[in-house]
């Protein structure tokens, strides 16, 4: 008759620790780290330096006489009308005017406010 051994008898056991074999997936789970009060001030204030410059683009845009009057029309309208007429206006002034389609600050040159 066999006498009733176990492997532990043999092998040392490491309290603890399980089986490679017994071990469930554990979940993954990516941590996010949490945005601090001041890391979301100062991703607003670059937000508003960002709309600030390109305010500024747009009214160096709106001072340059080259690209045509600009007073009583959009600037996508002042745009295109530079474009039919080969004056080379930026595509990076349209691109941020059709991105900011909504925006009347971005829409409506710097005279707009003002009656005529």
Known sequence: MMSSSKVTDYFSVKKGHESKLSKKP???VKHV???TESQQ???NKHAEKLHQKQLNVLRTFDMKWEYGPCVGVSRLERWQHADQHNL???LAIKKLIEDHSTDEEYTQCVWNSYEL
């Open 26 to 28: 554990k979940s993954q």
């Open 33 to 35: 780290p949490k945005i």
């Open 41 to 43: 001030t100062d991703s």
């Open 88 to 90: 080379n206006p930026p």
